[in-house]
């Protein structure tokens, strides 16, 4: 995929309603693909329109052949397949207490991985300063080139090791080109990772896990999943409970600046809710319910998120559920997140699976969704707990939905990465806000 002068994908043989339906079918076709008849009869689309649009992305390198396929009748039919590797995106989760970076190829499949712990306390500056390091390593490990626009994080007051990593068009590490090195990059020269220098409290360096294409491939964009409440048009974070100083601070707008690709900001349960969604064989509505620093809830309804009007749905974690209970940081009173978050606290995990529960039951109930999907590091703790106590309270209630816990790692900046390619393939409109 080529790149315009600042840097970001070039996007034109992904525009268009058509394309994307296309798109979508090879990404869901997997290796073994998808003759260019059957993309005419699953789109509704003339051959001879399915026969430009795959040219096109055949020339843009997004598909290739795949072999030939028997017929039933006629020549053996021609398959096409999509090109993993030729694009990818960036996932990162700001959770409260740390920071996860995910690089993915275009199916959301995780090439490399970077986590840093940090305090989303400490307010936006140092943390998109770290996230820009996070962010820049990461590529650099990879071999990919980005285009940075070197400008100051105001307010941050540190320097960003990420100015000193391969840039686009700089000298640097391709695939192969060197074995990562604990809390570093790898290649030649060893510019330090943030495991080193720059890694105070020893965070760990980026770990490859696949191999992530030729340089110069297109980076389309990067995502930030975070607490919300967040207006997602705009790019700026709410009140966010316990992290006041993110309110109204124009995430989106700056990072972009600093990285010179395009950012996308959403909640981090919507996030994640996102990648179970383009799942193949995902439940057209579900709720996705996460327990870990925080309570909140991803909802998809009819195969689509729902952010609400204001981006404000799937609040969850501040439902009221005791009148006079004990106050939450948000400002009221015995809300569902400080009542969880408490029995775990207590070492209770059942008492907070039946907490839990009463907020899905909850949800069953307004949303009538297919299924309960339970995620986060509290729940990955005990998954069975969580899984077996809300689905009791469900029964309880006699709401037959079922409940799982999906083995999907990296749920969250994998999810966030979604954010962005989601878009490309045509999947998941908004209901609700945009």
């Known amino acids: 995929m080529t790149r315009d002068p600042g840097g970001g994908a070039n996007l034109s043989a992904l525009r268009g309603h058509n394309a994307a339906l296309v798109l979508n079918l090879l990404r869901t076709a997997g290796e073994e693909g998808i003759s260019r008849l059957e993309l005419a009869e699953r789109t509704g ?14 020339a843009e390198g997004l598909a290739a052949e795949a072999g030939r396929r028997a017929s039933t009748g006629g020549k053996p039919r021609t398959v096409l397949r999509l090109v993993p590797t030729a694009g990818y995106a960036v996932g990162a989760h700001l959770d409260r207490d740390g920071l996860n970076v995910a690089l993915t190829d275009l199916t959301g499949t995780v090439v490399a991985l970077r986590r840093r712990p940090l305090a989303l306390t400490a307010g936006p500056p140092p943390v998109l300063a770290a996230l820009e390091e996070e962010v820049r390593a990461l590529l650099a490990g990879a071999g990919l080139p980005l ?5 100051p994080i105001a307010g941050a007051g540190l320097p960003l090791a990420g100015a000193a990593l391969p840039l686009l068009g700089a000298a640097g590490p391709g695939p192969g080109g060197g074995a990562p090195e604990p809390g570093g990059v790898p290649g030649a020269g060893g510019a330090p990772g943030l495991g080193g220098a720059h890694g105070a409290g020893g965070a760990p360096g980026a770990r490859v896990l696949g191999p992530a294409g030729p340089p110069g ?61 383009v799942r193949p064989g995902a439940p057209r509505s579900f709720a996705y319910v996460h327990l870990g620093t925080g309570l909140g809830a991803g909802l998809v309804v009819g195969g689509a998120p729902l952010r609400g009007e204001r981006t ?50 909850n949800l069953v109930r307004l949303l009538d969704i297919d299924r309960v999907l339970l995620g986060g590091r509290v729940v990955r703790s005990a998954p069975g707990v969580f899984a077996d106590g809300v689905a009791a ?14 083995a999907v790692p990296h749920a969250l900046p994998v999810g966030a990465a979604h954010l962005v390619l989601a878009p490309v393939f045509g999947l998941a409109p908004t209901q609700g806000a945009g």
Do not use: F
């Not at 285009?147 to 400008?151: H, M, P, T, V």
């Open 312 to 361: 404000g749905a799937g609040e969850l974690g501040h439902q009221t559920v005791q009148l006079d209970g004990p106050p939450c940081a948000c400002g009221a009173r015995g809300c569902l997140e400080v009542l969880c978050l408490a029995a775990v606290a207590r070492g209770d995990l059942p008492e907070a699976a039946r907490i839990l529960g009463t907020g899905a039951a």
């Open 217 to 277: 491939v297109g980076v389309l964009g990067v995502g930030v999943a975070m607490p919300g409440p967040l207006d997602r048009r705009g790019g700026v974070p709410g009140r966010v409970t316990g992290a006041a100083l993110w309110d109204g601070y124009p995430v989106r707008d700056v990072l972009g600046a600093r990285l010179g690709l395009p950012v996308t900001l959403d909640k981090d349960t919507n996030a994640a809710a996102l990648g179970l969604a």
């Open 393 to 406: 309270v469900l029964a309880a209630l006699r709401l037959p939905t079922p409940v799982e816990v999906p």
């Open 147 to 151: 285009a940075g626009a070197g400008l």
């Open 45 to 58: 689309l003339t051959p001879q329109a399915v026969s430009k649009i795959t040219a096109r992305l055949r």
